[in-house]
């Protein structure tokens, strides 16, 4: 397992550290400077992040690990600021109850998700994960519900009327969404997709920043695998911190933040996928056939004298 000393990359207010977030998180981010943190860390359920088992010895010695990080969070936090933080199903009832005693805790957030594949044969497959939204003051926070208003269906699809209103009025066609959110999951195929086993959705977290932060804010991710939190925040006008203390995982960020265009020399670009090359192969491939169908010639376009 490779071990990297701290590197420190910033531009246009976002920051990316390449290092151990426990260490960065003690002595490189100030107490109350964060407006809004995201976590999403590893779950301990045996994921491979580049060679980095998400597994401890025991699951006592995982939620310790987690409970400090937990504390260095808080610390960073605002007094306005927000926190939504995911663990696996198993281990959020633990999240729970120790964060309870810490901040407010306002919200219990299930991501549901459909799946292509069959989950599980003799017991019924996880379809979720759990987040929580927390808060330092539960009188004084960011919350834009305006920004995130989704349909409500009994107003803007069955056209209902409410008769307990003097006069009777049609439902609201729009509301602020409930604790169930249904956003799929970054698949293989999708624009967004990086080569990352456990990345977030764009929409996931536009739905975060834009309720729980305001233009300028600062979004922190101490666990940024593909930095779609930090890329999220970028395109929403506000700054970001990231820490990943994979290599590869960072020249992610890096490339989709658009702070180098070179890492050691290297051109950071987007991997190419395997239906993508197959495409690329077959628009540079020419075909010329006689007017009776038969195939005359096949060759590369880059081979035709122009």
């Given at each position: 397992?490779?071990?990297?000393?701290?590197?420190?990359?910033?531009?246009?207010?976002?920051?990316?550290?390449?290092?151990?977030?426990?260490?960065?998180l003690?002595?490189?981010?100030?107490?109350?400077?964060?407006?809004?943190?995201f976590?999403?860390?590893?779950?301990?359920?045996?994921?491979?992040?580049?060679g980095?088992?998400?597994?401890?010895d025991?699951?006592?010695?995982?939620?310790?690990?987690?409970?400090?990080?937990?504390?260095?969070?808080?610390?960073?936090?605002?007094?306005t600021?927000?926190?939504?933080?995911?663990?696996?199903?198993?281990?959020?009832?633990y999240?729970?109850?120790?964060?309870?005693?810490?901040?407010?805790i306002?919200?219990?957030?299930?991501?549901?998700?459909?799946?292509?594949?069959v989950?599980?044969?003799?017991?019924?497959?996880?379809?979720?994960?759990?987040i929580?939204?927390?808060?330092?003051?539960?009188?004084?926070?960011?919350?834009?519900?305006?920004?995130?208003?989704?349909?409500?269906?009994?107003?803007?699809?069955?056209?209902?009327?409410?008769?307990?209103?003097?006069?009777?009025?049609?439902?609201?066609t729009?509301?602020?969404?409930?604790?169930?959110?249904?956003?799929?999951?970054?698949?293989y195929?999708?624009?967004?997709?990086?080569?990352?086993?456990?990345?977030?959705?764009?929409?996931?977290?536009?739905?975060?920043?834009?309720?729980?932060?305001?233009?300028?804010?600062?979004?922190?991710?101490?666990?940024?695998?593909?930095?779609?939190?930090?890329?999220?925040?970028?395109?929403?006008?506000?700054?970001?911190?990231?820490?990943?203390?994979?290599?590869?995982?960072?020249?992610?960020?890096?490339?989709?933040?658009?702070?180098?265009?070179?890492?050691n020399?290297?051109?950071?670009?987007?991997?190419?996928?395997?239906?993508?090359?197959?495409?690329?192969?077959?628009?540079?491939?020419?075909?010329l056939?006689?007017?009776?169908?038969?195939?005359?010639?096949?060759?590369?376009?880059?081979?035709?004298k122009?």
């Amino acid at each position: 397992m490779k071990v990297f000393k701290m590197q420190v990359f910033e531009k246009d207010g976002h920051i990316i550290y390449n290092g151990d977030a426990l260490e960065i998180l003690s002595n490189q981010i100030d107490d109350n400077s964060i407006d809004l943190i995201f976590v999403d860390p590893p779950y301990n359920i045996g994921k491979d992040f580049n060679g980095r088992k998400d597994k401890w010895d025991t699951d006592k010695k995982y939620l310790d690990w987690s409970y400090y990080w937990i504390d260095l969070l808080i610390k960073k936090l605002k007094l306005t600021g927000s926190l939504y933080i995911m663990t696996s199903t198993q281990f959020m009832p633990y999240y729970d109850i120790y964060l309870q005693d810490k901040i407010n805790i306002l919200s219990r957030i299930v991501w549901y998700y459909d799946s292509s594949g069959v989950q599980a044969k003799n017991y019924y497959g996880s379809m979720y994960e759990p987040i929580l939204f927390c808060v330092k003051d539960k009188n004084n926070y960011t919350f834009n519900s305006g920004d995130i208003l989704v349909d409500a269906k009994t107003g803007s699809k069955r056209k209902l009327i409410d008769y307990r209103k003097n006069p009777p009025q049609p439902y609201n066609t729009e509301k602020v969404p409930g604790n169930v959110w249904d956003f799929p999951r970054v698949r293989y195929r999708m624009p967004e997709y990086e080569k990352h086993p456990t990345q977030k959705p764009i929409a996931l977290l536009e739905r975060i920043i834009k309720a729980s932060t305001n233009e300028g804010d600062i979004v922190l991710d101490p666990f940024s695998g593909t930095f779609t939190t930090s890329y999220v925040a970028k395109t929403l006008q506000r700054k970001s911190i990231g820490i990943e203390i994979d290599e590869d995982y960072t020249k992610i960020g890096l490339r989709r933040l658009s702070i180098t265009e070179k890492y050691n020399g290297e051109k950071l670009e987007k991997e190419i996928r395997t239906f993508e090359t197959k495409k690329i192969l077959e628009q540079q491939t020419l075909t010329l056939f006689e007017p009776n169908g038969t195939q005359l010639y096949k060759t590369n376009k880059t081979n035709i004298k122009k």
